[in-house]
């Protein structure tokens, strides 16, 4: 079965605050700040992806948001 890994998106200008909680110990397993930059979103899911977990992401409501829902 896979682990569910929830992860909180912060963005700003320069940068994205990416924060990650699993579904079995409401702990913080990772947190990371990545480059506001086109394809690093995608690249982190990615990663944590690929290590077997099913990711659920959130993030702030705002002009940005959009560009979430193609990952």
Same mark, same amino acid.
């Given at each position: 079965?896979?682990?569910?890994?929830?992860?909180?998106?912060? &963005?700003?200008k320069?940068?994205?605050?990416? &924060?990650?909680l699993?579904?079995?110990?409401?702990?913080?397993?990772?947190?990371?700040q990545?480059?506001?930059?086109?394809?690093?979103?995608k690249?982190?899911?990615?990663?944590l992806?690929?290590?077997?977990?099913?990711?659920?992401?959130?993030?702030?409501?705002?002009?940005? &948001?959009?560009?979430?829902?193609?990952?």
């Open positions: 079965m896979k682990r569910k890994v929830y992860v909180g998106m912060d &963005a700003h320069e940068t994205i605050q990416m &924060a990650c699993t579904s079995n110990t409401k702990e913080r397993m990772k947190e990371q990545i480059k506001h930059e086109e394809g690093q979103i690249k982190f899911i990615q990663k992806k690929s290590e077997g977990n099913e990711i659920h992401c959130c993030c702030e409501a705002g002009g940005q &948001a959009i560009h979430f829902t193609d990952i």
